[in-house]
């Protein structure tokens, strides 16, 4: 396993790393959770991220207990704040109230005493973003929060973000949670340019575009009943006859480096200096460990040409 600096920080984390949604405390039966992450871990990946929405803290209380065998200071743990967690109207959002209590209840669920990194899970347009930075500065000063970060904000928000804190000298945030793959690819625009400018690092998810990239769907006709795509409208919108012949196409440059599609997809990502990690899922132990395998794998000027001539 490579390691990578998180943004601008000294903080290094695995190439490759274990996130939660859509997975562990609902989908995945516990067993295969639990080995997922020690598989994880024993292959090097030191970065394992989460949310409080995810299954309303079950995936938490999971992640939580099952690294609590390893020394903390081995991983690295990221949660998020932002989304609905009960019926009340401050039960969301970016406030000073929402956040704090949040922060709380996440570490309580993952038996913590602090998270490494907390995210933002989204923008709160009703919340001044002074107010959210004060809260998260005083997180970091308390030491239940090292490092602060958000997921999806777009470039002139994280640069307003910036300002404010450099005129109140308020912590910084040093991480950008985007979704990235060949399919999905505006942060390339702006979002990675400003994160190269200003130490912001890009902590990528669905980098294999919910299993596409992996090479295992042949026709849009033939979405295998058991996966989450069968069961979800809005991913299996996301597969195209169109893009199931790209990754066809794909899959005959990564057999010739003796390699799975999957990989291709995820050394592309990492291509980019400013990606400091791809975020993955993993139902199974198996998946886990063909995903550990693009760490490291450079690809090649011609390579990454005929890979644009495909996607486009």
Known sequence: MKYRRLGGTGL?????????????????????????????????????????????????????????SYPRESYVLATKVYGVMGDGPNDRGLSRKHITEQCNASLKRLGAEYVDLLYCHRYDPE?????????????????KV??????????????????????????????????????ERYIEKEIIPLGLRKGIGQVVFSPLAQGLLTGKYSSVSDIPEDSRAAKLDWMRKGITEERIAKVQELGSIAA????SVGNLALAWILRQPNVASALVGASRPEQVEENVKASGIELTGDVLTRIEEIIG
């Open 127 to 143: 919340t001044p973003i002074e107010e959210t930075l004060r809260a998260l500065d005083d997180l970091v000063r308390q030491g």
């Open 256 to 259: 010739e480096l003796d390699i």
């Open 146 to 183: 090292l490092y602060v970060g958000v997921s999806e904000w777009t470039a002139a928000q994280m640069a307003e973000a910036l300002a404010v804190a450099d005129r109140y000298l308020l912590d910084h945030i040093v991480v950008n949670q985007p979704i990235y793959n060949m399919f």
């Open 12 to 68: 290094k984390v695995s190439e490759i790393s274990l996130g939660s949604w859509l997975t562990y405390g609902g989908y995945v039966e516990q067993d295969n959770a639990v080995r997922a992450i020690e598989t994880a871990y024993s292959l090097g990946v030191n970065f394992f991220d989460t949310a409080n929405v995810y299954e309303k803290g079950e995936a938490e209380k999971v992640l939580g207990a099952t690294l609590s």
